[in-house]
């Protein structure tokens, strides 16, 4: 199972794009990118997945260069309500015992 | 997506007492696992629950610690048993729609033993 790094913490303000980056240099052929988003006393909520080069949805870009040894989470235009944990995860789309790291905790301010 | 109802959302329970916290999920899925994550922390996988058949643990956690049930693809219950206040975290179920991609999480059960 492949590790992944991310920063502790971050810092923003409204209104700017937040790129969070995280290293999985061990990743297989068959991971896929995984990024959760959690607020205190919840469980983490899905944000978007995938395997190469670029997705997007509805509230976020996901950017994996050709080596796969990193991924962006790229979220536009953030709020208050951004400030979160967010978690990077690697691993099989069929194998879901995933190590969790210790996530990016970014703080939106006003 | 799954829709999953995680029940009881919290409870203060004395040591040496045994709490068991419920999973329902809307649909059935794949695969359905249970986490702990203690204040401030990361997730960590405690098991695997298997519809029929024994449940698959991760290391440093045990049956007899942690017995837990999945008798049908939408439901699945976790019992901490002779509880300490080591245990006093949060307890969340995980679940892997058919065919999705992408893990869904219920709200957790936070755990205080005194």
């Known amino acids: 199972l492949a590790k992944t790094t991310q920063p502790i913490s971050m810092d923003s303000y409204e209104g700017q794009e937040v790129n969070i980056t995280c290293s999985h240099n061990?990743?297989?052929?068959?991971?896929?990118i995984t990024w959760y988003q959690q607020f205190p006393s919840q469980g983490p909520r899905f944000i978007i997945q995938?395997?190469?080069?670029?997705v997007t949805n509805e509230v976020a870009s996901l950017f994996i260069p050709a080596d796969r040894k990193s991924s962006t989470l790229s979220l536009p235009r953030v709020s208050l309500s951004d400030t979160a944990v967010y978690y990077c995860?690697?691993?099989?789309?069929?194998?879901?015992?995933?190590?969790w790291g210790a996530g990016t905790k970014l703080i939106i301010k006003p | 997506s799954a829709v999953i109802s995680q029940k009881p959302s919290r409870d203060i329970c004395q040591r040496g007492t045994s709490l068991t916290i419920q999973c329902q999920v809307d649909?059935?899925?794949?695969?359905m696992f249970w986490y702990r994550q203690q204040p401030g922390q990361s997730l960590t996988l405690i098991a695997t629950?298997?519809?029929?058949?024994?449940?698959?643990?991760e290391s440093g956690f045990v049956i007899d610690k942690f017995p837990i049930s999945r008798p049908n693809l939408t439901f699945s219950t976790l019992t901490v048993s002779n509880m300490s206040p080591e245990d006093s975290s949060i307890y969340l179920c995980?679940?892997?729609?058919?065919?999705?991609?992408?893990?869904?999480f219920g709200q957790g059960t936070r755990l205080t033993v005194v």
């Open positions: 061990n990743i297989a052929t068959n991971d896929y």
């Open positions: 995980s679940v892997v729609p058919h065919g999705g991609f992408g893990a869904f």
């Open positions: 995938g395997y190469k080069t670029k």
């Open positions: 649909s059935q899925v794949t695969m």
């Open positions: 995860l690697v691993g099989d789309v069929g194998n879901y015992q995933l190590i």
């Open positions: 629950a298997n519809q029929g058949s024994e449940a698959t643990y």
